[in-house]
């Protein structure tokens, strides 16, 4: 039987304006509220945990929901922050892949974005701000910055992977927080083209400064997400000199990427050439 637990962290985000506590909480005495970060469950459970954090950080209203799954053991384990896409939300996404990347040894969370569907969006954001949008962006960025209070979190060790319109939310959030990752993959993603000027995709100005090594994943018989969204990626990278690989997958369509086996231990061996494990 798993045991159900509720564990509420309070998050100190400005730095130098908090003191600690024995149980390695925090409390901070600036002009935001003490931010909350409330862990329901086992993320040991083979179903993972699910988490909430309410806050106002800097201004900024946060009202996050999303799950996690641990290793067992005290750590500290690497991690990755998962993004998912239209076609579901973090559960769904982690549902799939997270038990495989625990087993290797990886700590997992994903929060909801304001593109989820079947769960309350939260905030910040509206669900006409998809994709690569800022208010995406500051969540991707507060779910990386609520690992470091979990004492199990190697925080010199974490990824980022993502699908879909997490695929190029992760472009943008990597373009915005350069040392937020250490190593990063993506399925069925890429970057817009110049003359689609607004849109759920990041720009080529956006990939263009990330020099975080990225291994990229496409299927050719994506009809969602064009091939060549992935290859001007794949060029951007090149031409900027980051550590890349780009891999096509014949015949895959844009949902199947996902979970392929075959992509699953490529990002394994990617990772692993980049020290995550």
Known sequence: M?????????LALVAGCGGSGGDGSSTTTGPDTAPAFAISGNPEATTGATWTFKATVDGVAYDLTGVLYKPVG?????????????????AFLASGIAPTMVQWGLVCIAV???????VPIGSPGTAAEVGASSANVSRAHMTHELLRRLSYVDMSRVAAHGHSLGAYLDVAEISTYPS?????????????????????????AEA?????????HHGDADTVVALSYEQRFDSVLTAVGTPHQFFVYPGAS???????PVMLQRVHDWYASHGIF
């Open 208 to 216: 263009s400064v990330i020099h975080v090594p990225y291994q990229i």
């Open 74 to 90: 005290a750590g500290p384990f690497p991690a990755v922050v998962l993004s998912h896409g239209s076609d579901g939300n973090a």
């Open 112 to 118: 909801n974005y304001t593109h989820a569907t079947g």
């Open 180 to 204: 937020d990752f250490r190593v990063a993959s993506h399925t069925s993603g890429g970057v817009r083209p110049a003359f689609i000027v607004i849109g759920p995709a990041p720009t080529v």
């Open 2 to 10: 798993v045991r159900t637990a509720t564990v509420s962290i309070a």
């Open 254 to 260: 844009h949902t199947a990427v996902r979970l392929d």
